[in-house]
């Protein structure tokens, strides 16, 4: 099932390639701005040194969207962006499913705290904000995020109202929050002893303090206004242990907020969608069935 998926994408891409726009991010200027950073860096599909975050929109491969809108964030440590494997590729699947995917282009290591969370609210957003033009539901929005993405899916969804994420814009008068979260693999907690410590230097420096540590560990962030979220992983994760997705979903269960979780055996760190890792690889049809289970592939009409 999964390769006839795979193959009815690859019959999409001129498609979606026409159907691809970038959109500035920060058109007033981009907060914090540091003009000697230099130019981007982009090599074998990884986007570094990023200063000017955008979002690259890739309209649904269907005749009509069904509503859906998804704000991608790739991983790779707030170091780098993973943008074809965690970014593209599952804006292409998505793309098949009636989805409108957006990928994330978002400020890391450069800048630290907090532009990476100013990024991705600024994106849900104007995404929002623009639900019309976008042929989209403005309450069908959500988060999906890979490894250190998936940290910053998942502040999205436990950190929309905290005031740094705000930077005094008109457009911070219009909610943050993700209706739904999807996270692949994700960091969850700045706390030995689960802790990606390579995801915490680049976000929080190499002398963080306790209060931004307890802050970004987002196990201590859910409440239940945190949106429903799908969470998978592995347990041969060796870079971001299994423990993350567990948390995490502890803390929502404890907070009942909606939540579903997939822990494969096979499959390391970064699996994105690779075929031949067993049950793993059939994660997308497992995501698939939770977001038509959450109506969230019925068609609708924008609001």
């Known amino acids: 099932m999964k390769k ?63 509503g859906t809108a998804v704000i991608i964030c790739p991983g790779g440590g707030y170091v780098r962006l993973s943008a074809d494997r965690e ?14 995917a957006f990928v994330l282009k978002y400020r890391m290591q450069e800048f630290g705290h907090p532009a990476p969370l100013q990024d991705v609210l600024r994106a849900v957003r104007m995404v929002r904000s623009r639900a019309a033009e976008f042929g989209i ?31 005094g814009a008109a457009l911070d008068a219009t909610s943050g929050r993700p209706d739904f979260l999807m996270l692949m693999y994700p960091v969850i907690t700045m706390e030995a002893p689960a802790v990606h410590a390579g995801s915490r230097k680049a976000l929080l420096g190499k002398a963080a303090s306790a209060d931004a540590v307890q802050l970004m560990s987002l196990e201590k962030q859910v409440t239940a206004a945190t949106p429903p979220t799908l969470l998978i992983h592995t347990q041969e994760d060796q870079a971001v242990p299994v423990e993350n997705s567990i948390l995490f979903y502890q803390a929502l269960t404890k907070a009942r907020v909606p939540a579903e979780m997939y822990l494969f055996e096979h499959g390391g760190h970064g699996m ?12 997308p049809r497992r995501a698939e069935e939770w977001l038509r289970t959450r109506g969230l592939l019925s068609r609708k009409q924008a609001g």
């Open 4 to 66: 006839l998926i795979l193959a009815s994408m690859m019959t999409c891409l001129s498609t979606l390639a026409s159907a691809a726009s970038v959109i500035p991010l920060w058109p007033e200027g981009v907060p914090g701005a540091r003009p000697g950073l230099g130019a981007e860096q982009l090599s074998e599909g990884r986007i570094a040194n990023v200063s000017e975050p955008t979002l690259t929109l890739i309209g649904p491969a269907v005749d009509r969207p069904n």
């Open 87 to 100: 970014g593209t590729q599952y804006a292409n699947w998505l793309s098949h499913l009636g989805v409108t």
């Open 137 to 167: 539901d403005p309450a069908r929005i959500g988060v999906m995020g890979s490894s250190a993405g998936g940290h910053l899916a998942a502040s999205a969804g436990t950190l929309f109202d905290l005031p740094a994420g705000r930077t």
């Open 272 to 283: 994105g969608m690779k075929d031949g890792l067993g049950t793993s690889s059939d994660w």
